[in-house]
């Protein structure tokens, strides 16, 4: 949901609570007529924002609504073929795009709701 706030053209995900703690939420966001696939994972007040792309063939992440991560709740899991990604930065450590990266996602938070600038989304 794009929006135009204050002379900045950005896009309101959300509020932060509904990300679950310990959990992730996926987002579509549309910016100069191209979807973007983003999602967020929360660990407390700390936020980490990625591309919903595979490094490994470009699938989205989740197997449903909002499941990005394994069974523990401690990695970012690819649905297509198993890969795990640490949540802190991204990284592939096991499966078949090992030693790649989910792409960050610039953002901010302001008054409890996570922002994402369009322009930052130009280039997938
Ligand atoms: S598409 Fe994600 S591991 Fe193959």
Known sequence: MPATEGGRNEAALCHVDE???GGAKGFRVEAYGIEHRLF???RGRRLYVYRNDCPHVGTPLDWAPDQFLDRARENIICATHGALFRVSDGYCFHGPCVG???EPVFFEVRGEVLYVPIDTLEDP
């Open 40 to 42: 967020a994972v929360r």
């Open 100 to 102: 790649a990266s989910l």
């Open 19 to 21: 990300i679950e703690d």
